[in-house]
Structures are given as C-alpha cells and as structure tokens.
C-alpha cells in the first residue's frame, strides 16, 4: 500500500500578549509548519522572517489550517484579546472567516465563546484546560511572583514570613520556591486533604476560616484562591507595610477598593507566565496544542 502523503499545514497565531508573539516564531522554526501567520499583533517587531504579519482576517484565517487564539481568548466582552492591536476585533468576526475545517485553540474558552464558535461549524480546543500546561505554568507564576515580591519590598525574602493561601498546583509551587530562598511559610487552605500535605512539606498549616489570626504576622502573603477571600475585615488585619501577591485568575481574591482606603499594597499579578517567561509560556502553549493534534491525529491529517 502506497504511504499517505502529508501536506504541511499552515498556522494562524491571533492577538495576544508576549508568549503569543514568541509562539509564532516557535511555530515558524518548526520545520514540519509551511506558513504561520501573526495577525491582530500590531506594532510588535521582534517576529522571526519566517512569521507573516497580518491584519487580513478574511483573507488569512479561511487559508489556515490550525488557528491558536490567546489565553484569555476574551479581551473583555466581546472583543479579541489583542493588546497590541489599537483596534482588536470582534471574536464573532474571527470565529466566522475560519475554516470550518481548521484546528482551533484558545486558552479560558467560556461558554459563550464556545457556543458562538459553534454556531460557525468549529470547536475550540481549550489548552488551559489541559493538565500538562496547567502543571508547567505553575513555574513561571511562582517565579514572577518571587521577582514582585523582591522588587515591591524592602526586606529579602530570605528569612520573611510568607503566608500562601491555598495549596492547589500554584500554591505548592509558589511554597516551595519561596522556602528554598529562605522564606518562612505557612499555608492556609480549606481542605484536611491539603492542610495534611502542608505539614508533610514542613510548613505550618492554619485552616483557612482561621488565617486572620495569621495576617499580622506576615510580610508576604500570596493569595492562589480565585474566591473572594480578602475583603475589608481580613485586609484590615494585614501589617501596614505587608505585601499581598494576588496569583488568582478574575475575578481576584481582593477588594481591591478596599484596599485602597486602607492603604494596603496588593499586587494582582494576572497572567505572569506571559509577562515575565514569555518564551517559556509559548513553548508550553505550543507543546500542549502539539499534543492535542497528535490526539486528533486522523482528523487533522
């Protein structure tokens, strides 16, 4: 039986922050890749010469065979989230010029989106929900967390009191880098479970209803819980000159206005494997739709 003839496929990298940007040329070294695309990147000059720039959706999204939205794929509403772009489109319009036959990818799909994707023939593949991107990510946000927290206090976080709320992926992730440079942890979680595994790590474990009892003491608190946790009452129990590291996706873990009139410093750190390790962040985006697409392989063929 003769083999199968593969064509190389074409690639659409649309909006985004700096780990898009970086995905594009991770894309267009990959020699088994004919063509990517960057499209809605503005300004953005740092593109290898194999990456074609563009703002022609319905000219280049329809030719494409894998389209990888960003993560969020909402900018607010309905709007791309594009920051670079001075003008970013409507995701009803990108969704409808591209190919009822194409792969697509996005990071934080919600429902709405993947309904309106729907409604053009197409399913997005949420990477953000795969296990391997969420574990890997965890690194880049410990390791922007701990370069805040050594730019935005006047201690070293060697011998600080830190205080991590919630001992999830991020949580163990971020307990451990600040303990190996010295900090002094606690953990404050809900479940037995992961107040068990706190004390197995060697870090005080305080159940979550109690941790106001532990905000004066601590010079740096880093919040993982995407719940509302820190309102007035528990951001007025903070030291005056302690530092809060919300790592928590929106809506946050703070009041911010709150806050503000107590004169809090809080820092919500959204998206910081983007910002501080964008080509880190890409490689992880482009290894998890990799494995996606070996999964899907027939169907992409």
């Not at 772009?85 to 697509?104: D, Q």
């Not at 080509?279 to 992880?284: F, Q």
Request: contains cysteine; charged residues 20%.
């Amino acid at each position: 039986m003769a083999e199968r003839t593969v064509r190389k496929k074409t690639f659409a990298v649309i909006g985004g922050d700096l780990r898009q940007c970086c995905l594009a040329n991770l894309l267009a070294a990959d020699e088994s890749i004919a063509r990517v695309f960057a499209l809605c990147m503005g300004e953005y000059t740092e593109f290898d010469s194999g990456v074609i720039r563009s703002d022609e959706l319905e000219g280049v999204l329809p030719q494409c065979d894998a389209v990888i939205f960003p993560l969020p794929v909402s900018g607010g509403g309905e709007l791309l989230n594009a920051p670079f772009s001075s003008s970013p489109p409507p995701i009803s319009r990108c969704l409808r010029a591209v190919s009822p036959f194409a792969a697509v990818f996005g990071g934080m799909v919600s429902g709405e989106i993947q309904r309106m994707a729907e409604m053009y023939g197409l399913f997005i593949h949420d990477y953000y929900r795969r296990e391997e991107l969420i574990v890997r990510n965890c690194i880049p946000t410990a390791e922007g967390a701990l370069a805040i927290a050594m730019q935005e206090t006047a201690r070293t976080v060697f011998g600080s009191r830190c205080l991590v709320v919630g001992y999830g992926r991020v949580g163990k992730a971020a307990a451990r880098l600040f303990d190996a440079c010295g900090a002094r942890i606690s953990i404050a979680a809900r479940g037995q479970e992961a107040l068990a595994w706190a004390g197995i790590a060697g870090y005080e474990s305080i159940p979550i209803g109690e941790m106001g009892d532990a905000l004066p003491m601590a010079d740096i608190i880093l919040n993982t819980v995407p719940a509302r946790l820190f309102d007035e009452a528990l951001l007025d129990r903070m030291r005056p000159d302690g530092l809060l590291i919300d790592l928590s996706s929106k809506p946050g873990g703070v009041d911010l206005e709150a806050a503000k009139r107590l004169g809090r410093r809080v820092v919500w750190a959204l998206s910081l494997p983007g910002k501080v390790a964008p080509v880190t962040a890409a490689e992880i985006v482009r290894d998890t739709v990799y494995h996606i697409l070996t999964e899907q392989e027939d169907s992409f063929l």
